[in-house]
């Protein structure tokens, strides 16, 4: 990944305030290494407005545009090194690409990444701010996630940035056997964030907790 963009703003993204957000991640339980460096070397402030950039190492969502939101740090952290721990393969699908902040963490970690988002604006600018950051392992789809991405399926380990009622069916067929899939599920208030785990053609589900994440809505604009 190169940073020469992320010298933007830079007063505000010190050593220090990133030291910080990763000792906050710890404490919340995030264990792998490897994950925590990827939070800290990964400009988050590169992804939202830059009236925000000051905000950025704090441990919360913030919005960028479209009633969309960036994902808190602690939960791009504790969903990626779920794969990290549970998927033997290479290839990830990623539903809801949003600014790409996840995709940003996950990229040096697998080999290939497919990422769906219905926003299409959102997607172009995001697949422009990816490319700045030299992440080129990721392919992008203009679609609705519920149709998972079928042509380069079956993957290893699916990850949802987006909460539903319940899995969408085309991802459970889209999911390797022994592969796992990361999701937060509910509505509104009520979800949480669930691993799904695929043997044969049997699904166990474990449920990791309360979560808030903006809803996957069906269709794509
Ligand atoms: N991964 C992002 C989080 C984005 S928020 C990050 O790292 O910050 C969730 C994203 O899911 C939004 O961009 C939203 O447009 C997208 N989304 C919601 N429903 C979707 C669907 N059915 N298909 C694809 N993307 C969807």
Same mark, same amino acid.
């Given at each position: 990944?190169?940073?020469?963009?992320?010298?933007?703003?830079?007063?505000?993204?010190?050593? =220090?305030?990133?030291?910080?957000?990763?000792?906050?991640?710890?404490?919340?339980?995030?264990?792998?290494?490897?994950?925590?460096?990827?939070?800290?070397?990964?400009? =988050?402030?590169?992804?939202?407005?830059?009236?925000?950039?000051?905000?950025?190492?704090?441990?919360?969502?913030?919005?960028?545009?479209?009633?969309?939101?960036?994902?808190?740090?602690?939960?791009?952290?504790?969903?990626?090194?779920?794969?990290?721990?549970?998927?033997?393969?290479?290839?990830?699908?990623?539903?809801?690409?949003?600014?790409?902040?996840?995709?940003?963490?996950?990229?040096?970690?697998?080999?290939?990444?497919?990422?769906?988002?219905?926003?299409?604006?959102?997607?172009?600018?995001?697949?422009?701010?990816?490319?700045?950051?030299?992440?080129?392992?990721?392919?992008?789809?203009?679609?609705?996630?519920?149709?998972?991405?079928?042509?380069?399926?079956?993957?290893?380990?699916?990850?949802?940035?987006?909460?539903?009622?319940?899995?969408?069916?085309?991802?459970?067929?889209?999911?390797?056997?022994?592969?796992?899939?990361?999701?937060?599920?509910?509505?509104?208030?009520?979800?949480?964030?669930?691993?799904?785990?695929?043997?044969?053609?049997?699904?166990?589900?474990?449920?990791?907790?309360?979560?808030?994440?903006?809803?996957?809505?069906?269709?794509?604009?």
């Amino acid at each position: 990944m190169k940073f020469d963009e992320s010298q933007r703003g830079i007063g505000m993204t010190s050593e =220090r305030t990133r030291e910080r957000l990763i000792d906050r991640l710890k404490e919340q339980g995030i264990k792998s290494g490897i994950v925590l460096d990827q939070i800290k070397k990964v400009p =988050r402030h590169i992804f939202v407005d830059e009236a925000l950039s000051s905000r950025a190492y704090e441990d919360t969502a913030l919005p960028i545009g479209h009633g969309q939101t960036i994902s808190q740090p602690y939960i791009v952290a504790r969903m990626t090194e779920v794969l990290l721990n549970h998927v033997n393969g290479n290839k990830i699908l990623e539903i809801g690409t949003g600014c790409g902040y996840q995709t940003a963490v996950l990229s040096p970690l697998f080999k290939k990444i497919y990422s769906v988002e219905r926003i299409n604006p959102l997607l172009v600018k995001t697949k422009k701010r990816l490319r700045s950051l030299g992440i080129y392992n990721v392919n992008y789809r203009h679609d609705d996630g519920w149709n998972g991405w079928e042509k380069y399926g079956p993957y290893d380990g699916i990850i949802v940035s987006a909460a539903a009622p319940q899995v969408p069916e085309k991802l459970l067929q889209q999911l390797e056997i022994g592969g796992i899939l990361i999701m937060p599920f509910g509505e509104k208030e009520k979800q949480e964030l669930v691993i799904v785990y695929r043997d044969g053609d049997t699904f166990d589900y474990k449920r990791l907790g309360a979560v808030s994440f903006v809803p996957l809505v069906k269709g794509k604009k």
